[in-house]
């Protein structure tokens, strides 16, 4: 891929955990040296130390944090092994350098975090609750996202869960609203 490098505009990192490749952070500083590319990277964010906020944060970089609950019952319950202490440790770094570097950056070198929420039966009515939670973590914007993947009755939307689906339908105008409030694109 590093040959490609040159010509490209943008770049996904996805697919399981890139922190935990070995071979990520190599490739990540040599796409660095292309002021052109925007990389944009999905993560559970959890692997995100100083070391990794530095570089993230004052880069052409777009973070999107894989989030799908903002209380730890409901973020550890469907995250199985992950804890919610671990996750509010990386963006509390994260949200330290971000504020750093982007206060004096151009708009191509401010970092953009995005909190992907998968919306699912476990955690349908934390909705409410997620813009508030990306403000006070400092992210630019928010997914919501349907389970996709899950044939069992997490999946609302496969299963036409009435009670779910009406409860979604309605609280998102009061959620748009917030995140225009915040300044959070939604």
């Given amino acids: 891929i590093a040959g490609y490098f040159p010509y490209l505009e943008e770049l996904f990192w996805q697919g399981g955990e890139v922190f935990l490749s070995e071979y990520f952070e190599e490739l990540f500083d040599l796409a660095l040296t292309y002021p052109h590319l925007k990389q944009n990277i999905n993560t559970n964010g959890i692997l995100i130390n100083e070391k990794w906020a530095k570089k993230l944060a004052h880069k052409n970089v777009s973070l999107a944090y894989a989030i799908d609950g903002v209380t730890p019952e409901t973020y550890e319950h469907i995250r199985k092994g992950a804890k919610f202490a671990d996750l509010l440790k990386s963006l509390e770094t994260l949200r330290k350098y971000k504020t750093m570097y982007n206060e004096n950056s151009s708009y191509t ?78």
């Fill in 109 to 186: 070198d401010k970092m953009m975090t995005i909190l992907s929420f998968i919306v699912m039966k476990s955690n349908y009515r934390q909705l409410k609750d997620i813009v508030t939670f990306a403000k006070e973590q400092g992210f630019d914007l928010v997914q919501l996202n349907p389970v996709v993947g899950v044939v069992d009755l997490e999946n609302i939307f496969l299963h036409n869960d009435q009670e779910a689906l009406s409860y979604v339908y309605t609280i998102m105008p009061e959620i748009l609203k917030q995140a225009e409030d915040y300044g959070i694109t939604l």
